[in-house]
Nanobody, 124 residues
């Protein structure tokens, strides 16, 4: 089992940037596909981005492609989400997720482990 703790959320103006971090503990971090999801009030949790075990491949949801970048540092057991050109519609709780498999998946059901989330609020 792996434990995940997100950090880095906050309030930012539209057009600004934030970097989220997710620290993992408990198991060998490099064994896990890592992903970010988000959930806005009244909406379903949606996939944002995922990165492969070694960090050499990633894929993104259409709404964030070109603005967000997922990366990982296996030596630090941490995955990151760099968010640029933020928009008010990016406001949500952002969750880190992990799974031993899950590569190529975008469904929340494909990821077994979750953090508690960090709030990102983008003001207009």
């Amino acid at each position: 089992q792996v434990q995940l703790v997100e950090s880095g959320g906050g309030l930012v103006q539209a057009g600004g940037s934030l970097r989220l971090s997710c620290a993992a503990s408990g198991r060998t971090f490099s064994n896990y596909v890592m992903a970010w999801f988000r959930q806005a009030p009244g909406k379903e949790r949606e996939f944002i981005a995922a990165i492969s075990w070694r960090g050499d491949s990633s894929y993104y949801a259409v709404p964030v492609k070109g603005r967000f970048t997922i990366s990982r540092d296996n030596a630090k057991n941490t995955v990151y989400l760099q968010m640029n050109s933020l928009k008010p519609e990016d406001t949500a709780v952002y969750y880190c997720a992990a799974d031993l498999g899950g590569w190529g998946m975008t469904s929340k059901k494909s990821f077994a482990y979750w953090g508690q989330g960090t709030q990102v609020t983008v003001s207009s």
